[in-house]
Structure formats: structure tokens, C-alpha cells
């Protein structure tokens, strides 16, 4: 088998529920039957299914990971390296990662990828005003169950998405349906294209956005209730985060 | 402003040309889309939404007023042509009628407490169940909701086209609904098979095995069936109106309407 040395990445993310597995079912059967060989990972905390979902009905290579104990955009940094590695030896042209996207403050995508964010209509107007660099980084927010609220209010939330991520593409999405997934085809495949070198690796990538502080005493096990409790980067109600401690 | 839009022929799913060469859609037209599930109704929109240039499944081209639309109109959602309506389009939102039409209609901008207005007149030709400011969008029945979708689209919305796909059970006046919405610059599409609706409309586009397989006008002896057909479905709107407020049903309905 002679292994393409050019490979299109796709990060997914959104919240829960909004459709993220059916949009990238539907990319990828058009992908397949562009003639693109497609791999599949899922980054879950501590139940996924999709892996084997898109192994039965594409028969292409697919497998998931628990981020478990670690935040899963840390999981995804992690074990993005590895994943392109797996995806390049198995003659894929295509990497689709789905990841959990549940926290709010990191966003998933790298420099050299595509990133697209999955946000459901249904999930009330001011949804684009609380999800943070999940949206603001990505290229196209992607917008689901259009079919389910009114004109109004999608062209409301539409509205939103533009005040606060003007550079963002919007598409919107029947994913039950798979009404307008063809553009998201084409920007997956005009994405960078990153390079692997004779000896498979590939070339170095940054994530996109400036993760928040991280560490601190509630992370490393402290289970006391209230800032007098701990020590590092602390925030109390009625003020900003400070320091406590030497 | 946009007069005309217009689908070129593709491929249905097993790739052969569609016989139809052209399909032009004017401001004003009311028109049905017709056919069983699975015909390629939805990648008929999925077309329409995208002005697709033979870069969809199909192949369609999709032109506006005879000539291909700019890329913007494929990467902008604000100018997508379509306003959907479908069995499952509802609001989510619990304000207050006229605040939550206010919101719309101001993002729209122009004449804003007109748009209001206006729209709540249109929906309130269309249900029988009167529509205020002030009730609670949650509170609406299906009617009222429908009635309220429809107006809204019909009137804030500027899309040209309104798409409305299967609504037609729901509680409003189908035969004041197409005579109200005739007035409006706009391309109203049904997606539907009631009698009554296909007679109303202008043409009927039909579809089988996920292409478009003829265009039927509605011609004069179709036209001669309307009187007849509407009469039989008043008086079925009249029973099941009966049926719902505990009455029993005789003879004379079917007299009345002229049925027997």
C-alpha cells in the first residue's frame, strides 16, 4: 500500500445532543464517495459508541478514546500525534475528529486543521453568547435542527453567532437530512493538507487557542469547599482570580 | 430584487437526466411539490438552499433571474432563498407575542411596529383563535402557531421563497392562507399531497426515484374539480369541528355542504 503523504484534519466540536455524530456521518459518506479514504476518532470522558457505529456502516478504520481522568481537549492534544500516525498508516487521506466538547474555556482546533463547531437552533438565541472559543476559534459553526425552531429565531441566532464571531462561517444544517452538508465537504478538502515526512511523521502543529490556567489545588485532588481552603490561582465570589501563596 | 428563479435539470439517482430541461419559479407563484417518500423532495431543497451549480448529488443548476448567483449567496445564511416550515417548526421562545415579533423584525430592520403589526393581521385571517401582543408564545395553540410561523415568514422574514412542507393539517384556513399569500412578491412551494392546495396552486413539480419527472399545470378542467373538492372539504371540516365540541353527526352536514 502506498501511503498518501498529504492528509486533511477535521476537529468537531459542541456541546452535547446537538448533532455533531450525524453531521460527520454525513461528511463522511460524501467524502467516501468522492473517493477519500477516511479515518475516524472519537475523544469521549466515559461512554462512546460512534467508533463502532462508523466502522459498520463506512468499514473504515475508526476507533475511540476516554479522555477519563483528563480534560478531553487536553486528551486531544495528547493523542492527536498518535492519531495521525494510526490514520497515515492505515492509507487514510482524511482524519474526522469528534471530540466531547464540554468545557467552555478551551477549544479544540489546531493551526493546520479544520475546526467546525456543532450548535443545535433548538438550544435558545443566546447559546452563541455562552460557548467561548469553541465558537470564536473555529471556521465554520455549523448549525443544526433548523427545521425545528422558527424563521425567526434562526435568523436570530444567526444574528448572534455574527456578534460575537464575525469571521466564523455559518452553515446551516438539516442533519437528519443532510440539507446543506456538501459545503462542508469542500471546506474540509480545501483545508491545509498536513505533510508527512519519508519517515511517516508529520509536521509539527500548535493548538489555536491560549488554554486557560489549569492547574490548581481543586485539580490535584483538594476536595474543601471555599478559596480559604486552597492555594495557587484561587477566585472568590466577589472578586477577580488572584494569587494565594508564596 | 429577485423575480425568478430557476432549476436546471441534474440526474435522479440512478443517473439518468431529468426530463424537465427548466423549471421557472416566479414571484407570486404558488406551486406543489408532489411525490412519495424517498422521490428526492429533500435534495430538491438541499438544492435550492445552496444554489446549487452542479455541485450537489443531482447536478441542478439553480439560477436567479436567468443567470448564476454570486458565490456569496452559497457562503452567506443571511441570504439563503428559503424559509422552512415544516411539522416540526415551532417556537422555543416564552415571550410575549408582540416583544418576541419586535426581536425579528428588528434585526430585519425598517418600519418595525408596522412589520408587527402587519404580521399579526395576516395570522389572524388565518386562525380563528385571536392572536395578541400580549399572550405568551408558549401559550399559542398548533393554529395560532402555524398561523404565526406563516405570517411571520410571509411578512419579516425576506427570503423569496416560503417553503412550507406538510403543514397543511394544522389548523388553519388552507383556501384564505393561498389567496392571502398571492399577494406577497414571494415563491410559495407546498410541499403536499392535499387536493385542495394542488388545485390552488399554479404547478405541480413531480418527483419519483430522486428526480423531477414532469411539471403539471393546473389547467382549466382541473380547475372545474376546485368547487367541488373545496365543498367536500369544508364539510369534513365542518364535521370534525363538530366531532370536537361533543356533537353528533347527521344527515344533514353531508345535505348542507352538498354532498349528497
Redesign the interface.
Known amino acids: 500500500m502506498k501511503l498518501a503523504n498529504r492528509m486533511n484534519l477535521a476537529i468537531c466540536a459542541g456541546p452535547s445532543t446537538t448533532g455533531k455524530t450525524s453531521v460527520l456521518r454525513h461528511i463522511t459518506g460524501k467524502l467516501i464517495a468522492a473517493g477519500k479514504k477516511v479515518a475516524f476518532l472519537k475523544i469521549d470522558v466515559q461512554f462512546a459508541e460512534e467508533d463502532v457505529q462508523f466502522q459498520r456502516e463506512f468499514g473504515i478504520p475508526a476507533r475511540k478514546v476516554y479522555s477519563g481522568e483528563l480534560c478531553p481537549d487536553h486528551c486531544n492534544v495528547m493523542v492527536l500525534g498518535d492519531a495521525l500516525q494510526w490514520a497515515h498508516k492505515a492509507g487514510c487521506d482524511v482524519l474526522l475528529v469528534e471530540t466531547a466538547g464540554l468545557c467552555l474555556r478551551c477549544s479544540p482546533y489546531v493551526d493546520k486543521g479544520f475546526g467546525m463547531v456543532v450548535l443545535e437552533a433548538t438550544s435558545g438565541i443566546n447559546l452563541p453568547l455562552k460557548v467561548g472559543p469553541m465558537l470564536s476559534l473555529a471556521d465554520v459553526a455549523v448549525v443544526t435542527k433548523i427545521d425545528r425552531v422558527s424563521q425567526a429565531e434562526r435568523e436570530v441566532f444567526r444574528a448572534r453567532i455574527q456578534d460575537v464571531a464575525l469571521s466564523v462561517k455559518i452553515r446551516e444544517v438539516n442533519a437528519l437530512h443532510g440539507i446543506g452538508i456538501d459545503p462542508l465537504v469542500s471546506h474540509v478538502l480545501a483545508s491545509h493538507a498536513i505533510t508527512f515526512d519519508a519517515q511517516g511523521r508529520h509536521e509539527s502543529m500548535l493548538l489555536r487557542g491560549n488554554p486557560p490556567v489549569g492547574t490548581c489545588t481543586i485539580c490535584v485532588g483538594k476536595k474543601e469547599i471555599g478559596w480559604q481552603s486552597h492555594f495557587g490561582v484561587v477566585r472568590a465570589l466577589e472578586d477577580q482570580t488572584f494569587y494565594r501563596g508564596e | 430584487m429577485i423575480e425568478t428563479i430557476s432549476i436546471l435539470a441534474g440526474r435522479n439517482k440512478k443517473g439518468e437526466e431529468e426530463p424537465v430541461g427548466r423549471i421557472d419559479l416566479k414571484m407570486g407563484d404558488v406551486v406543489s411539490v408532489v411525490g412519495p417518500t424517498g422521490s428526492g423532495k ?1 435534495t430538491l ?2 438544492d435550492l ?2 444554489f446549487a451549480y452542479g ?3 443531482t447536478g441542478r443548476k439553480v439560477l436567479i433571474d436567468g443567470v448564476r448567483p454570486p458565490p456569496e449567496y ?2 452567506d ?2 441570504l ?1 432563498p428559503i ?4 411539522q ?6 416564552d415571550l410575549p407575542v408582540g416583544e ?2 419586535e ?2 423584525a428588528r ?2 430592520g425598517g418600519d418595525v411596529a408596522g412589520a408587527v403589526q402587519n404580521t399579526l393581521a395576516f395570522a389572524n385571517q388565518l386562525t380563528g383563535e385571536p392572536l395578541v401582543p400580549t399572550i405568551r408564545m408558549t401559550e399559542l395553540s398548533g393554529g395560532q402557531t402555524r398561523s404565526l ?1 406563516i405570517a ?2 410571509a411578512i ?2 425576506n ?1 423569496p421563497i416560503v417553503l412550507l ?1 406538510e403543514v397543511e393539517n394544522a389548523g388553519i384556513h388552507r383556501g384564505r392562507a393561498l389567496e392571502l399569500l398571492r399577494k406577497y412578491r414571494k415563491i410559495f412551494i407546498f410541499v403536499t399531497h392535499d387536493p385542495r392546495i394542488a388545485l390552488l396552486s399554479d404547478f405541480r413539480i413531480v418527483m419519483q426515484s430522486g428526480g423531477i419527472t414532469k411539471v403539471l399545470r393546473t389547467d382549466d378542467s382541473e380547475r372545474r374539480l376546485l368547487e367541488k373538492v373545496t365543498r367536500i372539504d369544508d364539510t369534513l371540516t365542518g364535521l370534525r369541528e363538530k366531532i370536537r365540541l361533543g356533537a353528533e353527526l347527521n344527515e344533514m352536514e353531508l345535505e348542507l355542504g352538498g354532498i349528497l
Open positions: 429533500t431543497i438541499n438552499e445552496l455541485n450537489t448529488p452559497g457562503e445564511p443571511a439563503n424559509a422552512l416550515i415544516t416540526h417548526t415551532t417556537f422555543l421562545s418576541f415579533l426581536t425579528h434585526i430585519r410561523l411571520d415568514a419579516i422574514c427570503t412542507d
